[in-house]
């Protein structure tokens, strides 16, 4: 995967060690505490910033690894790029450490290598609206 050199592989492999621990990617974002924090009361649900309740050496070595973001990503830069415009850098790059942690867990359950232009949920076509 892009991004992702021998430390941060190392970090991975140290702290996640068996990827089947986690039943859901959902779970192992959670486990590396990025995650976003959730309030309720009565009927409203409020979000917030990430928790960090979780392993701190992970997280903090996946949004490292988005510090050089290029196109070469393809996909993941494009995820970046549009969320960059809109809410700033730094939203961005911890979105994107947590899409790439997932994206290892579908990648390594899967046993396949990383596609950097992903056209399996990518429409190419453009509808007909005449």
Do not use: C
Not at 4 to 15: K, P, Y
Not at 66 to 89: A, I, P, Q
């Amino acid at each position: 995967m892009p991004g992702v050199g021998i430390v941060t592989s190392l970090t991975m492999l140290a702290e996640i060690g068996d990827y089947a621990r986690f039943p859901s990617p959902e779970k192992l974002a959670s486990f590396a505490g990025l995650v976003s924090s959730s309030n309720s009361s009565g009927e409203k649900l409020r979000f917030g910033h990430i928790t960090h309740r979780g392993s701190v050496w992970l997280w903090t070595a996946l949004v490292e690894s988005t510090g050089k973001v290029s196109k070469k990503w393809g996909h993941l830069y494009d995820f970046y790029w549009n969320l960059r415009e809109r809410k700033g850098n730094k939203i961005a790059r911890v979105a994107l450490a947590r899409k790439m942690l997932v994206l290892s867990w579908h990648l390594i359950r899967k046993n396949q290598p990383f596609n950097p232009r992903r056209t399996d949920s990518v429409k190419t076509e453009i509808p007909n609206i005449s």
